[in-house]
Each structure stands twice: as C-alpha cells, then as structure tokens.
C-alpha cells in the first residue's frame, strides 16, 4: 500500500502502474504512466504517456488518454476518450500537486517497481515499490531522478 503522500513520487517514477480504490464505495481505476525518452539523447523528459482502466466500463485493458507534462502540471488529453475518462484522468494527475486529494483512497503498486518496471521480489522492495537499485536513486539527492523530481516540484531537495 501507498500512502497518499508517496503518490507524486509513484506517479512520476517513469513506468508506475498503481490501483486506486475508494474504500467507501468500493469502486477502483488503474492508472498507468510511462515516462517518454527524448529520441536523440535517450533521457526521460518531462512527457508521461496515461492510460487508465475503469471498473465500470467492462474493459479489461488500459486505454490511453493523454499525456502529462509534469514540468508544467499540464494534461494534454488524447483523442477519442470519454468525459468521464477525462474526467478521472485530469483528477487524478492534479492529485501528483495536491496529494491529499486521495487521503482516503487506497493506493497500491502492481508488483512491479515503479521506476524500472521490474517484478519485484524482496518483501522490503514490494512495500516500498521500487527495487533496491531504484530505491537507492530516490534516496540520493544528487541523483538524477532526484533532481529530475525536485525539477519538476515534486521534492524540495535541499542544498
């Protein structure tokens, strides 16, 4: 399980795959982001590919959405999607800036780390979502995927 805190950190790890449920009514959406590599120097950018999967529409797959510009907090939504799949789409990507929007919700991981996509296997990598190489890089401040967060305003990374 993730707290609602860790959200924008598992959102924007670059291949997070997490289920929100809201407790009271039962109901869940999967959300899936991919971070996009810019195609000459091979980097993540700022660009993260959604895809969402709804209980309610009797689809068992993702479907994609938008994207998401994490430098600019702004969604860029795809053709040909709902309103409702909108709607839910643009909710839960202003929750990566005001994470207590799913304070109630209950968030977990697919099993696979957030940042790298791996299964994961050790019973510490699986509470945290990342693997421990991953984990580490979180951690370190003079990472690069530290700094990419801290760029993007997720962290505020001191020093």
């Not at 370190?140 to 001191?158: C, H, K, N, W």
Request: charged share 25%; net charge positive.
């Amino acid at each position: 399980m993730i707290n609602h805190t860790d959200f924008p950190k598992a959102m924007l790890a670059g291949r997070a795959r997490l289920t929100i449920t809201n407790p009271a009514s039962g109901q869940w959406v999967k959300i899936r982001m991919r971070q996009r590599k810019d195609k000459r120097t091979g980097q993540p950018g700022p660009c993260f590919f959604v895809s969402i999967a709804l209980l309610q529409d009797g689809d068992l797959g993702h479907r994609y959405v938008g994207a998401y510009f994490a430098d600019s907090g702004r969604f860029s939504p795809g053709r040909d999607i709902s309103p409702r799949e909108r709607e839910i789409a643009e909710f839960l990507l202003s929750a990566i800036r005001t994470p207590a929007k799913l304070q109630r919700a209950e968030i977990e991981h697919a099993g696979q780390c957030l940042r790298c996509g791996r299964t994961l296997t050790v019973p510490e990598s699986i509470r945290s979502g990342y693997g421990p190489e991953c984990f580490s890089q979180l951690t370190d401040e003079t990472s690069p995927f530290a700094r990419q967060l801290a760029e993007f305003g997720i962290l505020d990374l001191i020093g």
